[in-house]
């Protein structure tokens, strides 16, 4: 079975715009997380999206947002980057029922 | 809401010897315990879980305690070796809530 993927691995934007990453979880697997990893706060929950419903929230501004397709890929956007928004975004995917969490590779952002 | 606490930060052992990282999680309700492992350039990935009805786990050179009384959990890895050189993660969640809450890491080092 693939595992979770995602998409760009690496991305350098500049303050003030946008950026969308994707992921693709796990075949069968419904539910999809995504939390931002930096050296200073360390692994942090975003939002969790199953069945195209977010079903929890971090504690982040409301220009992180995401959403779910059909199919369970999931997409995160953030609006007017700024700088403290370089980090490393990871996705994790779980199936039905199950808490354990699989960990993509992470898409790394870089804000100029 | 939960809180998770790791101890140590760095971790150097000799190839062969045991290495023990130990956290403390906040929240009573507090259920799933995972421990991740995360190489460089990599996502975390998933080496051994615990849920609050079990008191120990082991899976080969791994295993994890759990005292629910303390609210405590450790990872224990017996004869290590220099593939195990990683950070290390714990987290805990509360069943039927994907929101993993992280400590804050263990960088642990295998010296030859």
């Known amino acids: 079975k693939a595992g979770v993927t995602q998409t760009p691995r690496y991305l350098i934007k500049t303050r003030g715009q946008q950026v969308t990453l994707s992921c693709s979880p796990i075949s069968g697997h419904r539910s999809v997380s995504w939390y931002q990893q930096t050296p200073g706060q360390g692994l942090q929950f975003l939002f969790e999206?199953?069945?195209?419903?977010?079903?929890n929230k971090g504690n982040f501004p409301g220009r992180f947002s995401g959403r779910q397709f059909s199919n369970s890929r999931s997409e995160m956007n953030v609006s007017t980057l700024e700088l403290g928004d370089s980090a490393l975004y990871l996705c994790a995917s779980s199936s039905p029922g199950q808490e354990t969490q699989y960990f993509g590779p992470g898409t790394r952002l870089l804000v100029l | 809401g939960e809180n998770v606490e790791q101890h140590p930060s760095t971790l150097s052992v000799q190839e062969g010897d045991s290495a023990v990282i130990k956290c403390t999680y906040s929240?009573?309700?507090?259920?799933?315990f995972p421990w991740y492992k995360q190489e460089l350039g990599k996502g975390p990935q998933l080496i051994i879980d615990i849920r609050s009805n079990v008191g120990e786990k082991k899976d080969q050179r791994i295993a994890v305690t759990l005292n629910k009384t303390a609210k405590h959990f450790s990872l224990h890895i017996t004869e290590t070796q220099p593939e195990d050189s990683a950070v290390y993660f714990c987290a805990a969640s509360t069943q039927g809530n994907e929101k993993l809450t992280f400590g804050t890491g263990t960088r642990l080092t295998i010296i030859p």
């Open positions: 929240d009573s309700a507090s259920n799933y």
């Open positions: 999206y199953f069945s195209e419903t977010q079903r």
